[in-house]
């Protein structure tokens, strides 16, 4: 079955630049969307459609795809954003959904 | 507001059916769908499929197949997801969640833009 790899943790201290990676050999035909999921609550959607922000998203939230490999990028890190973070996107047919096994962003 | 609350927790024995639902609020419910996710303890988020609440379609997980059915009540803005033949492995909080693109049962280009808390559901004997 279809799969999308994401680094299990990155770290960053505030202020700073987090960079948060997604590979699936399908993302040049699929759209990748982010969510962030903090501990007892549900996930919500950051990025949609590769790079567009929902409203209500902070602009430091920005997201990006080059070939098999999308990056979710948060700028200037603050405590707030320490969260799991999960890409999901569909198989090549587009028939099922998949989930990144999901990052968890600890800011120092 | 757009809004969707889930029923309560469940504890059933292996081999038992469970159903949950999802009752929509905040928007016209039958222009969109709703999606399925599960996460099970310290585990991450799992597909299990969407059903449209236009036209009652729907796509399931392989791995489900047999075992799960969504349904929508259209009168009272209401998802459903049943999933029968319980294992310990289905211990989760499941998750509904706002599907856009009702009319298409291609994945592409449509994604998840609202949440319910999740409903936990316990197995064992």
């Known amino acids: 079955s279809y799969e999308l790899t994401q680094p299990p943790s990155v770290s960053v201290s505030p202020g700073q630049t987090a960079r948060i990676t997604c590979s699936g050999d399908?993302?040049?035909?699929?759209?990748a969307y982010w969510y962030q999921q903090k501990p007892g609550q549900a996930p919500v959607l950051v990025i949609y459609k590769d790079s567009e922000r929902p409203s209500g998203i902070p602009e430091r939230f920005s997201g990006s795809s080059s070939g098999t490999t999308v990056t979710l990028t948060i700028s200037g890190v603050q405590a707030e954003d320490e969260a799991d973070y999960y890409c999901?996107?569909?198989?090549?047919?587009?028939?099922?959904?998949?989930f990144g096994g999901g990052t968890k962003l600890t800011v120092l | 507001q757009v809004q969707l609350v889930q029923s309560g927790a469940e504890v059933k024995k292996p081999g038992a059916s469970v159903k949950v639902s999802c009752k929509a609020s905040g928007y016209t419910f039958t222009s969109y769908g709703i999606s399925w996710v599960r996460q099970a303890p310290g585990q991450g988020l799992e597909w299990m499929g969407w059903i449209s609440a236009y036209n009652g379609n729907t796509n399931y997980a392989q791995k489900l197949q047999g075992r799960v059915t969504m349904t929508t009540d259209t009168s009272t803005s209401t998802a459903y997801m049943e999933l029968r033949s319980l294992r310990s492995d289905d211990t989760a909080v499941y998750y509904c969640?706002?599907?856009?693109?009702?009319?298409?049962?291609?994945?592409?280009?449509?994604?998840?833009?609202?949440w319910g808390k999740g409903t936990t559901v316990t197995v064992s004997s």
């Open positions: 399908a993302l040049p035909k699929q759209y």
């Open positions: 999901q996107s569909a198989d090549s047919s587009g028939t099922y959904g998949v």
């Open positions: 969640a706002r599907r856009t693109g009702p009319y298409s049962s291609n994945e592409y280009g449509n994604y998840m833009d609202v």
